[in-house]
């Protein structure tokens, strides 16, 4: 089944993503990375470029920040004192933590290690970064009801919530 991709499609691509030069920072593994299109499940700029394709299709799209990681923000980098950290914890920078928000779990980066605090960076990795995205879309097929519902896809036996 091959129609093309929009919402409530699963979509399975392979895809390269490079920085603005050049620089490889992912690609899919082997086989395709499979998403539910029109759930918010990848970013927006590159979901919104790849309604409409079919399988077989290749494509170069190019994400601006705003539609893809967002911005950098200053105001996301936090000063948290040292003794708020477990003693036997080794803090370097660029140690990733994960904590609870108000919004579920989030990445916080060890930026700068200061005397008596530890600035923390919860900004994404790829913020600010523009996208250069190449992908080839590989299947299409409607989600299942339960899918939909979810907003996520199922895959062949396991789903993850
Ligand atoms: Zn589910």
């Known amino acids: 089944m091959s129609g093309k991709v929009s919402k409530n499609n699963v979509v399975g691509f ?7 030069n050049g620089v490889l920072l992912d690609q899919s593994e082997d086989e395709a990375l499979e998403y539910l299109q029109g759930h918010q499940n990848i970013v927006p700029g590159l979901e919104s470029a790849l309604e409409g394709l079919s399988v077989g299709d290749k494509q170069v799209v190019v994400v601006l920040p705003e539609e893809g990681y967002g911005l950098w923000e200053q105001d996301l980098i936090q000063p948290f004192p040292r003794d708020a950290f477990p003693d036997d914890l080794e803090l370097y920078v660029g140690l990733e933590l994960e904590t609870e928000s108000g919004h579920g779990p989030i990445v916080l ?3 700068e ?3 008596d605090q530890v600035m923390m960076d919860a900004n994404h990795p790829l913020a600010g970064e523009t996208l250069h995205f190449s992908v080839e879309i590989k299947s299409v097929r409607p989600a ?5 519902e979810h907003g996520h896809v199922h895959s062949k036996g396991h789903h993850h919530h």
């Open 14 to 20: 392979t895809y390269t993503l490079q920085d603005s």
């Open 109 to 111: 980066r060890v930026q």
């Open 113 to 115: 290690i200061q005397e």
């Open 144 to 148: 299942t009801p339960e899918e939909i």
